[in-house]
Structures are given as structure tokens and as C-alpha cells.
């Protein structure tokens, strides 16, 4: 499904990727773990269509994505990716629910259907008190699963999450994990998870290694 190969990228002087490569298959969790700078993030931005390689390739279901224009690599993120950072990255101004439609009235769902939906996934995921709550209003572990049920609420072929557990304390940690996996794993998506924390990291199927700019471990789904 995604296939990564023999990517570089440059920022200014300081080489991030130096011929890294990954795949990723449908269903597949995998962990890119590695020491701090060793170029994980840049590894996940790049795949994931946010930032594009100096050089190298990055396919998703058989097309170039690294080749497209930014406007078309929006448009893919927005469509059939789904994304998890550290801080959740939620919207302050706008509420739980309505972070969570977000993605759905991007993509032309109304916002009435948009929002009954997310009430749905603050159900599933046992927090529908928190619906009409700002960001600043939630604790760290809602705040998480909201950004899970944020990436997760239109049914994206991949996950990409970005340390998604790295602000909070470890039982916090493993509920956001077990949600993101169990619930991605339900609909066959591929989650590619950076990770410096082996808790994290053994939640997936496969570990990849970064280190200096290269994967050092064997890429093969």
C-alpha cells in the first residue's frame, strides 16, 4: 500500500534522510523507532505527503505521491490519511465535536451529519461528556483521544501518529494506543506509529530503525 524507497531530504546543511526506505501493508502497524534526530519525523512527514523528498520515491497504492503538487498532496491527506501528533494539535477555538467533524466537513459532509458522527466516536471511545468542551478544557488523555477519533473519523487507508503518547503519563498512553490500534485495525488500516518509547512500540507488528538518516532494519511487509 505504501511503499517508500531510497528517499533523501536536506535541511539547509544537516542531511534529515539519507536513502531510507519503508513499506507499509493494509492492516499493518509499524513502529519507526530510533534515537532522537535521527530522522523518524522526517521519515513519517515525508511518507506521509506533508513534506516532499529532495529524492528517492513515495508511492501510495501504486502512485507517485512525491511527484504530485501540494494541492493534490492536500487533498490525498485529507482524504485517505490520518494523522496523530504528540499535543493532539486540536483546533482551540472549536469544540471536541466539532474537531472531530472537522476532517468529514473538509471533505463536503454537512456539519449536522458531521457532528452526529463525532458524537458517535465520543461514545465509542466512553467521552461524550466532553462534546461541547474546548481544547483548553481537556485533560491530556481526552485531549488524545479526541485527536485519535479526529484521524480516525473518516476512515483513512493510513494512520500516520507522531510520538502520540509522548505528553502523557503511561496509563494514559496505553488506553490512547489500544484505542488508536484496535479501532484503525477494525477498518484495515495501515498505522505507521514514530515512536521512542518500546511501550509504544509494542503495540506494532513491526519495528523499523532510523538511524542517521537511514533504516537500518529490514523494510519488507
Given at each position: ?9 536536506r ?12 513499506d507499509?501493508?493494509p ?6 523507532v ?20 529532495d ?12 511527484a ?14 490520518g ?38 466516536w ?100
Open positions: 500500500m505504501l511503499h517508500v524507497t531510497g528517499i533523501r531530504k535541511f539547509g546543511q544537516t542531511i534529515a534522510l539519507d536513502g531510507a526506505s519503508l507499509v501493508s492492516g499493518e502497524v509499524v513502529a519507526v530510533g534515537p532522537s534526530g535521527s530522522g523518524k519525523s522526517t521519515l513519517l512527514h515525508c511518507a506521509a505527503g506533508i513534506l516532499r523528498p529524492g528517492g520515491e513515495v508511492a501510495f497504492d501504486g502512485r507517485r505521491i512525491d504530485l503538487g501540494e494541492g493534490d498532496r492536500s487533498r490525498l491527506r485529507r482524504t485517505s490519511f494523522f496523530v501528533f504528540q499535543f493532539g494539535q486540536l483546533v482551540p477555538e472549536l469544540t471536541a465535536a466539532e474537531n472531530i467533524a472537522l476532517p468529514m466537513m473538509l471533505g463536503g459532509a454537512r456539519r449536522r451529519a458531521a457532528l452526529a458522527e463525532a458524537r458517535r465520543l461514545a465509542l471511545l466512553d467521552r461524550r461528556e466532553v462534546a461541547g468542551k474546548r481544547p483548553g478544557d481537556l485533560s491530556g488523555g481526552e485531549g488524545q483521544r479526541v485527536a485519535v477519533a479526529r484521524a480516525l473519523v473518516h476512515r483513512p487507508r493510513l494512520v500516520f501518529a507522531d510520538e502520540p503518547t509522548g505528553s502523557l503519563d503511561s496509563l494514559s498512553g496505553e488506553h490512547v494506543m489500544d484505542i488508536l490500534v484496535r479501532l484503525a485495525g477494525d477498518d484495515g488500516a495501515g498505522v505507521v506509529i514514530v515512536t521512542h518509547d518500546p511501550r509504544v512500540a509494542a503495540y506494532a507488528q513491526r519495528d523499523v530503525t532510523v538511524r542517521d538518516g537511514r533504516v537500518v532494519t529490514p523494510v519488507a511487509a
